[in-house]
């Protein structure tokens, strides 16, 4: 079995700490936490009756794992899944939720597999899952962790506004993409012309 803490205290050096972009449609976030999750789970953590970026700024590391481990690993039922895809929808799912598990019911559905597009890990995404990866047990974290890749890329394509989280000043990669690629071997890696190329018509 997976150390499920351990790529949840992962998760969290990705996120890193305290933010408000204003680009970003969560809003007020801690660790990889938004203030639309605290505000559903309750977390008035000042007692001042409401949920606003000042419970956010309170949100301790500690109980974002908690946070991390029941809600986004536990209640979805990342469980589950192959070992092998664990960690990757975990770490998207803190990140875009239920979208997740749509990006790998899609993938699933490429492959021929008869499979939902709910966002819901029930028994026929849970089966359908393990004949995957039973079928190609070296390639489908990969074949996520690309999915991921491109999900990222046309919501950037789509959204403006969240180029940067796909392309560094630079040019770059930006987090979005690198994120995506921690969870793919090296060898299906953009190259830095290969990043420069799909991002092109941003320009």
Known sequence: MPDVRAIAEAIIAREGGYVNDPDDPGGATNY?????????????LDGDGDVDAADVRRLSRDQAVEIFLKH???RPGIALL???????????YVNAGSNAV??????????????????????QTAAVSKAAYARAPRHLAD????????Y?????DARPASRKYARRRDGGKGGWIRRAEEFISAKYHLTAAQHAARIAAWA
């Open 72 to 74: 986004y690993f536990e």
């Open 82 to 92: 192959p070992e092998a895809l664990q960690a990757s929808v975990f770490d998207m």
């Open 152 to 156: 990222y890329y046309a919501l950037a």
């Open 143 to 150: 074949a996520y962790g690309i999915e991921r890749r491109n």
């Open 102 to 123: 749509k990006i790998l019911q899609r993938m699933f559905r490429k492959m021929a597999f008869d499979c939902a597009v709910d966002g819901v890990i029930g028994p």
């Open 32 to 44: 990889g936490v938004t203030i639309h999750t605290m505000r559903r789970l309750g977390l008035d």
